[in-house]
């Protein structure tokens, strides 16, 4: 009896080894005919402090989109993406705007009119993204038929529902927009697979409008249980602000991101970006600073 105590003591303790050292092979792996809501939430802050003088922009962005896995093969998968749900508020000392596609504006400014006109006509329509196992965005393709609608759309407003919808468009709607979310959320996984407590690095460039931006991102996995990895993230970001703005900005980028082993699905991420420095614009020198929450959540649709 007491030698079978010993034989089960030493197979479980080679079993939890095993497990501990299991190695893991992650990739943007999803099946075909599924469909996922892809949620994010984004709040942001800039900041600019010029002359003793303080500007506070503050954004909060949810964008809900149904993600429908077309077609795959060995090299990419095919999925075509249309937007559900957005609200859009932005709020500064001399003005304020917002739209919800969910609950209406009882009494819009012209503003606000603008928004529902630019976010209301992309409610409903869709894109296509060829995305590699790796996470990276090979190809998009109807976007610019959104954007051209978009313009459309707010032409009664002359230029400044030109300048508008250039705006949303770059930030949040147009092809590199789309496709820099995208990376930023599906571009994580290691080349090869990696056990516990092993981390590696991918580094990244986005560009959108006339603002670029370099992430290095060391990934560690930090846990595997119920077939779900836990991720850590850890990034170093240089931002040129564009817009008429000289300079650069740095800081960090932290959070965790929690990815379904099977499918390489990031069910759901919380990050958190803090990057300032000094920018001059037209000779005058100004500080600046910008923190952003984005928070995903990514589950099969019912």
């Given at each position: 009896m ?14 939890s080894?095993?497990?501990?050292t299991?190695?893991v092979k992650l990739?943007?792996n ?6 996922y ?13 010029a ?15 149904l993600?429908s896995?077309?077609?795959k ?8 993406f249309?937007h559900?749900?957005?609200?859009y ?11 919800d596609?969910?609950?209406p ?15 209301g006509d992309v ?38 529902g ?13 092809e ?13 996984y290691?080349?090869d ?10 580094e ?8 670029k ?20 993230v ?12 000289e300079?650069v900005?740095t800081?960090t980028?932290?959070g ?6 099977k ?6 991420s919380?990050l958190?970006?803090t990057?300032?420095g ?5 000779n ?8 952003a ?7 099969e649709?019912?």
């Amino acid at each position: 009896m007491k030698m079978k105590r010993i034989a089960i003591l030493n197979l479980l303790i080679m079993s939890s080894l095993f497990i501990a050292t299991a190695q893991v092979k992650l990739s943007f792996n999803p099946k075909e005919d599924i469909k996922y809501e892809y949620l994010t939430e984004i709040q942001q802050t800039i900041e600019q402090t010029a002359m003793g003088r303080n500007l506070q922009i503050k954004e909060d962005v949810t964008m809900k989109q149904l993600a429908s896995i077309k077609s795959k093969n060995v090299k990419e998968t095919e999925v075509q993406f249309s937007h559900q749900d957005f609200s859009y508020n932005l709020s500064a000392p001399m003005m304020k705007m917002g739209y919800d596609s969910k609950k209406p504006n009882i009494n819009p400014s012209e503003l606000d009119r603008m928004l529902e006109k630019i976010f209301g006509d992309v409610i409903g329509k869709s894109f296509t993204l060829s995305i590699a196992s790796n996470g990276s965005v090979n190809s998009v393709s109807g976007i610019g038929t959104i954007s051209e609608s978009i313009t459309q759309a707010v032409s009664v407003h002359g230029q400044m529902g030109e300048h508008l919808s250039t705006s949303m468009t770059d930030q949040w709607l147009g092809e590199e927009a789309i496709k820099g979310m995208v990376e930023q959320s599906l571009h994580i996984y290691p080349s090869d697979a990696v056990n516990v407590g092993e981390s590696w690095t991918l580094e990244s460039d986005y560009g959108i409008s006339n603002k670029k931006s370099t992430i290095k991102t060391k990934y560690t996995l930090k846990d595997v249980k119920n077939d779900a990895a836990t991720i850590t993230v850890e990034a170093t970001v240089i931002l040129d602000p564009g817009g008429g703005l000289e300079g650069v900005l740095t800081g960090t980028q932290n959070g965790s991101i929690l990815v379904d082993i099977k499918t390489g699905i990031p069910v759901s991420s919380d990050l958190k970006l803090t990057i300032n420095g000094d920018v001059e614009q037209q000779n005058m020198k100004m500080q600046m600073s910008i923190t952003a929450n984005t928070k995903t959540l990514i589950k099969e649709a019912e």
